[in-house]
């Protein structure tokens, strides 16, 4: 099987300091073809970069997404947009293919949600000015990211395909809307969980041409590995447990996920 890990926190260097190349020689080992190195702040969108830079020529192509976490929303200043654009404005010769992961999330009180806000909103008008999919975080924060994409979509401010909401922990009637609205779901470890529920049947009801798998390594580790350290190899147990949900073969899942994650991001990076 060839599979696409649309989102993996490769540059987080306590993670992944010691053996990085073994990492992506596992992925290799395993069938992933494609990395998309995630991004969190303007400091992990720099090491992002530099490590596509550097790995490019092992074997498995890489990608990155450049962007600020809502979670992070405070250090969205002028300096940090400034920055975007710059990197945005060479966004092929950077390889980057989405501006992630931004979005929304109120599980901590670490920011309000006024600065979430504006820094989702000017960074989907990043992603929609630079025509590139955003890659959505969305916890605890369901409403306001639904209000906020629908206002984007009633202004035709989104591309046709806006974007993936990773991680997608939402209801089936949640996916319903964002799927209507051209959005891509992405699923992680947790769905090869005991106790998953709301993701089996969002992933049952959602057209096949609209489901992307992911990792989130170092966290969301699948079964049988959870509790350990994640990595893009693991991807294999979400293609596996999305098919036998699907009921078709693991190699039809993982060409399919493989193939709407180059429509939305891009064959050629």
């Known amino acids: 099987?060839?599979?696409?890990?649309?989102?993996?926190?490769?540059?987080?260097r306590e993670e992944y300091k010691d053996d990085?190349?073994?990492?992506?020689?596992?992925?290799?080992?395993?069938?992933?073809?494609?990395?998309?190195?995630?991004?969190?702040?303007?400091?992990?969108?720099?090491?992002?970069?530099?490590?596509?830079?550097?790995?490019?020529?092992?074997?498995?192509r890489l990608s990155c997404m450049v962007g600020v976490h809502p979670e992070m929303a405070t250090s969205f200043d002028e300096e940090a947009k400034v920055k975007l654009e710059g990197w945005l404005s060479q966004k092929d010769e950077l390889g980057i293919v989405a501006v992630g992961e931004i979005g929304m999330d109120y599980h901590y009180d670490d920011c309000s949600p006024v600065h979430e806000a504006t820094a989702f909103i000017y960074q989907m008008g990043l992603a929609y000015r630079y025509d590139l999919p955003a890659v959505i975080h969305e916890r605890d924060a369901c409403e306001d990211t639904l209000f906020i994409l629908k206002s984007l979509h009633e202004q035709n401010a989104l591309r046709e395909n806006p974007g993936v909401l990773h991680c997608f922990s939402g209801s089936p009637e949640t996916a319903e809307i964002l799927l209507k609205m051209g959005f891509y779901l992405g699923f992680d470890g947790p769905i090869t969980f005991k106790n998953a529920r709301k993701a089996p049947d969002v992933i049952r009801m959602c057209p096949l041409d609209r489901l992307l798998v992911e990792t989130d390594s170092p966290y969301m580790t699948p079964a049988p590995f959870r509790g350990q350290r994640n990595e893009p190899a693991y991807v294999k147990y979400i293609v596996e447990e999305m098919a036998r949900i699907k009921e078709i073969p693991a190699e039809e899942m993982a060409r399919i996920t493989t193939e709407n994650a180059q429509r939305l991001f891009g064959k050629d990076t």
């Open 20 to 60: 990085i190349d073994a990492v992506l020689e596992n992925a290799k080992k395993n069938g992933v073809t494609h990395i998309l190195l995630a991004s969190s702040e303007i400091t992990d969108s720099e090491l992002s970069l530099h490590l596509r830079a550097a790995k490019k020529n092992r074997g498995i």
């Open 1 to 12: 099987m060839e599979m696409f890990d649309t989102h993996a926190h490769l540059n987080w």
